[in-house]
């Protein structure tokens, strides 16, 4: 049996953070880093059962094509999606009357839509790039069992070696993306790469404002790094965890943002909304086609 102080489950019978219940969730979840996020994607859907908000996390399930779908809200960063991810599966895998796994364990696809800066030269604001890769700076998938049996690892020895990777940092991790998901998605409209997800915005991602970086050629060295062909294309600060976590836990997951800013052209969308509303689009008619 997991312990109550384990698994935390509300006096409704929903999961701590996102205060679902295990009938509400739907197998294919599109996440969000946005709140605001959820109710754009809803209005393309049909038979909206619920829309449930806790703090970040906002959660709805509906239909697109007549497939039923969920929608949930992560807000910022790899620390969020170790609870999004965990409390997905629980949902998904747990008999929470008897706090035991289920003996049939539920398979879940998850897609991250999202938005990211890109790191190569050919990536127009506006275009749309699915994670084949993503590095995980944020050494979240360190604190779990059985992390080397799904990461790259001779990928993460080349990526150490060609930056120098300072020991004070968390050793950065490689996962694949889901083959199955990637091959649902990807056309000759979107383009594919390695993401890496930082543990911030500002120094994590090279910028500067008024702190200098402890290493300031780290984003050069990043952007001239290629393994097996693959360049590293894109940062953002969520995708590792979500592939990952899905990996140890027998889920699908794939990550597809739309490019608003080029790093190494220096400029920037801030006026993306358009943009995104098209990506919205095109992931659920090829997730439902």
């Known amino acids: 049996m ?8 509300n006096a409704d019978g929903s999961i701590f953070h ?81 706090r035991e796994i289920n003996p049939v364990l539920r398979k879940l696809n998850l897609i991250r839509i999202g938005t990211s800066g890109g790191l190569q030269d050919y990536l127009p604001l506006n275009s749309y790039v699915i994670s084949q890769k993503a590095i995980g700076f944020d050494g979240l998938l360190n604190f779990y069992a059985n992390r080397n049996a799904i990461a790259h690892l001779p990928f993460e020895e080349a990526f150490k070696l060609h930056t120098s990777w300072r020991e004070q940092l968390t050793s950065p991790y490689v996962v694949e993306c889901s083959h199955e998901l990637f091959s649902k998605i990807h056309r000759n409209d979107t383009f594919s790469g390695v993401t890496i997800s930082a543990p ?25 790094f ?57 992931v659920l008619n090829r997730l439902t086609s």
């Open 226 to 282: 290629v393994f097996e062909g693959q360049k590293i294309t894109n940062f953002e600060m969520e995708c590792s965890a979500i592939y990952g976590l899905s990996r140890l836990l027998g889920h699908e997951a794939l990550t597809i943002c739309l490019i608003i800013a080029n790093r190494v052209k220096k400029d920037a969308n801030s006026d993306y909304h358009e943009s995104m509303e098209s990506l919205v689009s095109l």
């Open 18 to 98: 996102l205060h679902l219940k295990p009938e509400q969730l739907a197998d294919d979840v599109i996440l969000v880093g946005d709140p605001g996020r959820v109710e754009l994607i809803c209005k393309q859907m049909t038979d909206i059962e619920f829309l449930i908000q806790n703090r970040e996390f906002v959660s709805t399930t509906g239909k697109f094509n007549h497939k039923r779908i969920t929608i949930v809200s992560t807000g910022i960063g790899t620390d969020n999606i170790d609870i999004v991810v965990n409390e997905l599966d629980a949902l998904a895998n747990i008999d929470f009357t008897i």
């Open 200 to 224: 911030g915005f500002y120094g994590p991602q090279g910028r500067v404002l008024r702190l200098p970086l402890a290493d300031s050629q780290l984003n050069e060295k990043i952007e001239s």
């Open 2 to 9: 997991i312990k109550s102080s384990e698994l935390i489950i």
